[in-house]
């Protein structure tokens, strides 16, 4: 199983950027997905995550209405658009994958998330 983020880059504030996490050795029957995004110097925190069952969770209330994530199966890509960014959005981007049942409609709990990508780095500048 391989993820790997690209995208990132440096935006301005109030511009949109689209991240993309590409996915290799898996299908997203059998996995949820999620984004996740580290703040220098703060803990990495879950923004959002879609379930094998395509089922979309926000957790990150900072970017609820302004981040929206979605895949494409055929593709086997997962997508973070961006936007309204604001200088708090920078940090590094991580998509992680997590195991579950065919069809689950819930995500789980983050200890499951056992993939990662290498991270992609957004700089957002006021």
């Known amino acids: 199983l391989q993820l790997v983020e690209s995208g990132g880059g440096l935006v301005q504030s109030g511009g949109s950027l689209t991240l993309s996490c590409r996915a290799a050795?898996?299908?997203?029957?059998?996995?949820?997905i999620s984004w996740f995004h580290q703040a220098p110097g703060k803990e990495r925190e879950q923004i959002s995550c879609?379930?094998?069952?395509?089922?979309?969770?926000d957790y990150a209330a900072s970017m609820r209405g302004r981040f929206a994530i979605y895949r494409d199966t055929a593709q086997n890509t997962l997508y973070l658009q961006m936007n309204i960014v604001k200088p708090e959005d920078t940090g590094v981007y991580y998509c992680?994958?997590?195991?579950?049942?065919?069809?689950?409609?819930?995500?789980?709990?983050?200890?499951?998330?056992?993939?990662w990508g290498q991270g992609t780095q957004v700089t957002v500048s006021s």
């Open positions: 992680a994958a997590a195991e579950q049942s065919k069809r689950n409609d819930y995500c789980p709990e983050l200890s499951a998330f056992g993939s």
């Open positions: 879609i379930s094998s069952a395509g089922n979309k969770i």
């Open positions: 050795g898996f299908t997203s029957d059998y996995h949820a």
